[in-house]
């Protein structure tokens, strides 16, 4: 992970297996840390927020209709290939500082899931895209 990693994204990252947990899943995949991010108070969950997407509403259409993994007793749980692969993207933030924004950047542009979700829950994806990126200057 970045070295200039901000609280907001080590502490969604940390969150992400508690989430995960909670969802009944035995695997961490980028809707679960999209969930933190979202739950959390950050400048990312302020843009989400603002664009009309709440964590309730994010947690309520991942939970629809999914069954439950069978119950684990791993006391960690592993990253999804998904979510491997967003944390190695990040590798290359390492003369920025890294944020919960940058971080939901990256799940935009690499995890279709998230993006379904999103959309399912009226986000204009280009749009916020647009919006994630003007913050970053």
Known sequence: MPELMSEDAVRDLAQAPA?????????VFP?????????HES???SLLKAAGVEYSVLHAALTAGQPADKPTNKRELP???SMDHILQLS??????????????????DNDKDSVTLLRECGLNVP???AALLSTFG
């Open 31 to 39: 809707v679960h840390v999209l969930l933190c991010v979202a739950h």
């Open 79 to 81: 990253w999804s290939s």
């Open 19 to 27: 989430e995960t947990r909670s969802l009944h899943r035995n695997e």
């Open 127 to 129: 749009e916020f895209r």
């Open 91 to 108: 590798q290359s933030y390492t003369k920025k500082h890294f944020t919960s924004s940058h971080l939901l950047a990256l799940i935009l």
């Open 43 to 45: 400048d990312a969950s």
